[in-house]
């Protein structure tokens, strides 16, 4: 006889107040400069979507997302540094573009450091293509650090750059393609 152990099943729910020690705890594990406290008070006041995925009564990741006027604006997507690899990432934020289109938006924006990789490969994967850069958007170590900008379009066809940007190699990109370095 053998037993098949079954994974309990994630718990993807709205935040409340009481989940912001845990998010917090996330957030610095995760940030060399987190949001503050009041950022995260703030974004639940204002009513964005404010999401976390808990497993085993343990909060595992959290998405925030801005939606209005036709486009959803992803403000802050993380996992814990311990629980990444395992898809909670990906169905956070499959949930968060759900929420999006439940809200009758037709895009998906957001921001993302060029340096990580692991989230570039997730967004790429997920639909995203590049739109543009916001230079010196990311507080660094060294100074300022780029964001690019990422986009989805939630209804149709891919969201595409009108011109090519170039790459820290120097050559265009095509944007429509969905290359990443």
């Not at 949001?35 to 006041?45: A, M, N, P, V």
């Amino acid at each position: 006889m053998s037993a098949v152990l079954k994974a309990e099943p994630v718990e993807i729910r709205p935040m409340r107040d009481a989940d912001l020690a845990a998010v917090l705890d996330i957030e610095r594990e995760a940030y060399t400069f987190p949001w503050s406290e009041g950022i995260f008070r703030d974004c639940l006041r204002a009513g964005y979507c404010c999401w976390v995925v808990e497993h085993q009564g343990q909060l595992r990741a959290y998405g925030i997302m801005q939606v209005g006027v036709g486009e959803s604006h992803i403000l802050n997507l993380c996992v814990r540094a311990s629980e990444r690899g395992q898809g909670l990432g990906r169905a956070l934020l499959n949930h968060l573009l759900v929420v999006a289109k439940d809200h009758r938006a037709d895009t998906a924006l957001l921001e993302v450091r060029p340096t990580n990789r692991a989230a570039l490969g997730l967004y790429e994967a997920m639909g995203f293509n590049e739109v543009g850069v916001r230079r010196g958007y990311y507080p660094g170590r060294d100074g300022r650090e780029d964001a690019l900008i990422l986009a989805t379009c939630l209804g149709g066809g891919p969201v595409t750059k009108k011109t090519p940007l170039e790459n820290e190699r120097g050559a265009t990109r095509d944007m429509s393609r969905n290359e990443f370095g």
